[in-house]
């Protein structure tokens, strides 16, 4: 059924370009002299797009603000952007899970780029809870994101050469930008007692956060959404948080409350009295209009909440 639609999307849309004359979408044309069509999945990547590319790029994120990339199915609309794209860039390491078959089509058409597949496997991890799979989060170790930063200026020099220079220039300042972000993070998180460095949260999403500032990383449900915790997962975290009397316990803007809201009432039934900390933004940025509406945002945000509630 999918496979039909998606085939009768594509037909549409691609009839609908010959129709109209309009020049294939793709690596092969000549882009030096217009702006380069992007795509992308999650806001994290659209603006490292826009941090690389600048005027040079027109970039569209599929996926808005709170939306969950684990669970996203793409959208007939979302066919039709991605056909016409001069390049796709995704995440890649199956973030988004309901979209592999998707790209595969997509590569027929255009040229796709999975940033976080290019990062040295020696780096990734592969948790026992994910069955043989990389972590896919990867953005939540800076300096894990400033080589998806490279990659992606990599690809938009393969494309546009003639402008190399440009986004060299604004990878490095970006880049600057990024170390400073990184030593910032770290100077915030030493600066929570040892014993209370805990990450208790709905979902797997914090593990290279974890390793990289310091946190050991407790989720309820997984790498992916897409299984919700049982009470047996529930019953033993909410042991694991009463006996080291872990302060704060966090939300996530991208995956509903509830098993969390969950995990605090059983820590409460057991008589302590742990406290939700605050939103995390895990697998989506704020709205573009606020200050977490970008990527370096968004990681202030998250350490400066974990920090607050874990230290208070
Ligand atoms: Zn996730």
């Known amino acids: 059924m999918w496979k039909l639609f998606f085939a009768f999307s594509l037909y549409l849309v691609m009839s609908g370009c010959s129709k109209d004359g309009e020049q294939k979408a793709g690596s092969d044309g000549d882009v030096s002299s217009r702006i380069i069509r992007v795509v992308t999945t ?9 941090n690389v590319g600048g005027e040079r790029v027109d ?3 599929l996926m808005g603000p709170g939306v969950d990339p ?18 796709i860039f995704y995440n890649g390491l199956h973030l988004e899970g309901k979209m592999t078959e998707i790209f595969k089509e997509m590569r027929r058409f255009t040229r796709t780029s999975a940033v976080a597949e290019g990062i040295e496997t020696s780096r990734l991890l592969s ?3 994910f069955n043989g799979n990389y972590d896919p989060h990867v953005w939540f170790d800076v300096t894990m994101w400033i080589e998806v930063v490279e990659s992606i200026e990599n690809t938009l020099v393969q494309i546009d050469s003639a402008h190399s220079e440009y986004y060299s220039n604004r990878t490095a300042d970006y880049i600057r930008k990024l170390e400073e972000l990184h030593e910032y993070a770290l100077s915030r998180a030493v600066t929570v007692p040892e014993g209370k460095r805990y990450l208790v949260t709905a979902h797997d999403a914090f593990n290279y956060f ?22 047996a997962d529930v019953q033993n975290l909410a042991h694991v948080i009463f006996e080291k009397k872990i302060p704060a316990i966090f939300v996530e803007t991208s995956v509903p409350s509830r098993s969390i809201k969950a995990l ?8 302590f009295d742990v406290k939700v900390g605050g939103n995390l933004f895990s697998d989506a940025m704020g709205s573009e209009e606020t200050p977490e509406g970008n990527y370096i945002g968004m990681v202030r945000h998250n350490i ?6 874990l230290t208070n």
Do not use: C, N, W
């Open 264 to 271: 605090q009432a059983a820590v409460r039934a057991r008589g």
């Open 42 to 50: 999650t806001g994290m990547i659209a603006d490292a797009v826009k």
């Open 210 to 231: 974890g390793r990289a500032y310091g946190f050991q990383v407790l989720g309820l449900q997984g790498i992916s959404t897409a299984s919700e915790a049982g009470a």
């Open 304 to 309: 400066e909440t974990i920090v607050t509630a």
């Open 127 to 129: 948790p026992p809870e």
């Open 59 to 61: 970039v569209t994120a």
């Open 70 to 87: 684990h669970l996203y199915k793409a959208s007939a609309g979302d066919v039709s952007k991605m056909s016409k794209a001069d390049v």
